[in-house]
């Protein structure tokens, strides 16, 4: 039941977020779009619906939840073995999982076998918003068992589980957003969390730099494994985004972008 109460929350808090954000961006663009908004907004929704069917269909095997559920009943994971107190479990649970998806990104461009999945998202020659929600259902279902492993290995509370879920996607909404936030703002926050503007480099057609600022929401993981780049080598304004081999319209195509991983 809990999980069908916050299912609501998790819904609406990225759909609120989303036109949120999108009417930021309105008002105050960092860069003119290449592509422009259609039809790379119909892909993008296109995207969201397969993933929604997908998750649909995953959700009868593995979910988080279902994770968080198993790991309660049978006293399994970390946390259960710790015995902390909730808030020290949550706060522990938010950080490793953080941590998880981490590492979960960096795989996805070290290795050969991930990276034509994870490539699709990199396809995008504009960042905005809606690029969030630009991800092969390949990454999606690789990274619902990935995180279901993880909660289970850790007896993430279940609560917590799908907080840290409404977390993830707030943030990955935020940091692919094209706003462009005061640079005092921007400095500030990139001491904690991961921003706009530092997501930015990690989006560039530079390949060396597609291998930085791997984060999603705290921006420590990248400043202690050295892989934080504050800003691309030709400037933020110069910055090209995308793909270098996918220097035209076809990224902007949903059956193309579908079948990216395959060719
Ligand atoms: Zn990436």
Same mark, same amino acid.
């Given at each position: 039941m809990i999980e069908a109460g916050l299912g609501i929350y998790a819904i609406a808090i990225p759909a609120l977020l989303l036109f949120a954000l999108a009417g930021a961006e309105y008002i105050w663009p960092r860069r003119a779009l290449v592509l422009?908004?259609?039809? $790379? *907004? $119909?892909?993008?929704a296109l995207f969201f619906a397969t993933n929604a069917v997908v998750g649909r269909i995953l959700s009868f095997f593995v979910v988080i939840g279902?994770?968080?559920t198993w790991a309660?009943?049978?006293?399994?994971? !970390?946390?259960?073995?710790?015995? *902390?107190p909730f808030w020290a479990q949550a706060l522990m649970a938010f950080v490793v999982l953080d941590f998880a998806v981490w590492l979960q990104h960096f795989a996805m461009h070290r290795f050969a076998f991930f990276w034509p999945m994870h490539a699709v998202h990199?396809? +995008?020659? +504009?960042?905005? #918003?809606?690029?969030? %929600? $630009?991800?092969?259902?390949?990454?999606? @279902?690789?990274?619902?068992?990935y995180k279901s492993a993880m909660v289970a290995l850790l007896g993430v509370p279940l609560a917590v589980a799908l907080a840290f =879920?409404? *977390? %993830?996607?707030?943030?990955?909404l935020f940091n692919h957003s094209n706003i462009r936030l005061p640079k005092y703002l921007d400095r500030m926050l990139r001491t904690f969390f991961v921003t706009p503007d530092m997501h930015l480099?990690?989006?560039? #057609? @530079?390949?060396? =730099? /597609?291998k930085s600022n791997f984060g999603f929401a705290l921006s420590i993981w990248d400043r202690l494994f050295?892989?934080?780049?504050? =800003?691309? !080598?030709?400037?933020? =304004?110069?910055q090209k985004i995308g793909l270098s081999q996918f220097d035209d319209q076809r990224p902007s195509a949903f059956? *193309?972008? !579908?079948? /990216?991983? !395959?060719?």
């Open positions: 422009g908004r259609y039809p $790379r *907004w $119909r892909t993008h279902v994770a968080a309660d009943a049978h006293r399994f994971g !970390m946390l259960h073995i710790l015995n *902390w990199h396809s +995008d020659r +504009d960042l905005d #918003v809606t690029t969030a %929600l $630009r991800f092969h259902p390949f990454e999606l @279902i690789v990274s619902t068992f =879920e409404l *977390w %993830l996607n707030a943030n990955a480099v990690h989006h560039s #057609v @530079i390949v060396a =730099e /597609q050295g892989t934080y780049c504050a =800003e691309s !080598m030709v400037g933020a =304004e110069n059956v *193309w972008s !579908m079948k /990216q991983p !395959m060719t």
